[in-house]
């Protein structure tokens, strides 16, 4: 239960959102009395401004946060129609692309000649695969201006809320290419290993899985003809299959960059440091500015001690602390 549970976490952007906006509420101040009566009192050390600093840049991310998301809101709600007619046309887009796609190499792409039996066969299953993406897309088709809204009203809750339900629209809305991608990826990384295999089996060699490294091997003649008819087999049928496999790939990395343009969006809206930023600009002398050591004189027979003082960029008033040396 506890890696199924890791797994959706890692497969859903909304929920690794949620999950951070809940440990950074129980992170805060507000809910730890203690730190909560010593940012009241206002006390001047260290630790207090430290956890000042750490709850004013917290508010200031999650504000800046919720005023995106209220623009985002207005926004897609005041323009919804253009923006479900943008939905519109980059699916028909998408799709005809792909089908495009799929017919050139069904032809003769690039001047390469493929099997064409197996060519046959993969094209009509990704082309079948397409039409019934084409089928679930007009199913739910009338959920999208429902889909709209809900994404739309999310945005009260910030931009990296609505950033995060779009990330994982996008992940349902090319589940196909991933599916092809997945099973592309699987018979490529098996026929690799298969002819990596028949090869070292021609050069009379063979992996010693205990040792982990190449021994010698002696094959018999049986096992050298079947071995040469695969390796014939794969060699001729790998064009076709890594011209598919080549093919989904960068369409699902299309998708991933987009992907992470999105990420990096909700990265820079909760790590920003808004409230340090500004307050570095606006009082320097609230911040450290670094480490003093002094060499002093002194009448004591063990003369290795430094006094070590925090300095602060406009401050005059730092206090100074030595350190006794062993």
Known sequence: ARGRARSLKSASAFGRQVRRRLNQMASSPIFSPSAWAELQRGTANVHTR????????????????????????????????????????????????????????????????????????????????????QVAYMLCRPMFPFILLSVSVSGVFGATIMAAIVSDLLSLATIHLYTFYALGARWHGLQTRVLS??????????????????????????????????????????????????LFFLL???????????????????????????????????????????????????PSWRPLSGLSAHSTDSSSHSMQGS
């Open 50 to 133: 430290a956890v000042a600093v750490k709850f004013n840049t917290s508010v200031c991310m999650v504000g800046l946060d919720l005023l995106l998301g209220l623009w985002c809101c207005s926004y897609t709600l005041k323009h919804s129609r253009e923006v479900l007619h943008a939905v519109d046309s980059l699916s028909l887009m998408h799709t005809r692309m792909v089908l495009q796609a799929v017919r050139w190499i069904m032809g003769v792409p690039a001047g390469l000649k493929l099997n064409d039996s197996l060519d046959y066969c993969l094209g009509n299953l990704c082309i079948l695969g397409l039409q019934c993406f």
């Open 197 to 246: 295999s028949l090869w070292r089996l021609f050069r009379g060699k063979k992996r010693n899985v205990l040792r982990g490294r190449i021994d010698a091997c002696d094959y018999s003649l049986d096992q050298l003809l079947l071995g040469t008819m695969l390796f014939t087999l794969l060699v001729f049928l790998f064009p076709t299959t890594f011209v598919y496999y080549l």
């Open 252 to 302: 699902y990395s299309a998708v991933s960059v987009l992907q992470a343009c999105l990420a990096c969006l909700v990265w820079i809206l909760n790590h920003f440091p808004l409230f340090s930023v500004a307050q570095c600009l606006w009082d320097p002398a609230h911040f450290p500015g670094g480490v003093r050591l002094e060499l002093l004189s002194s009448a004591s027979t063990d």
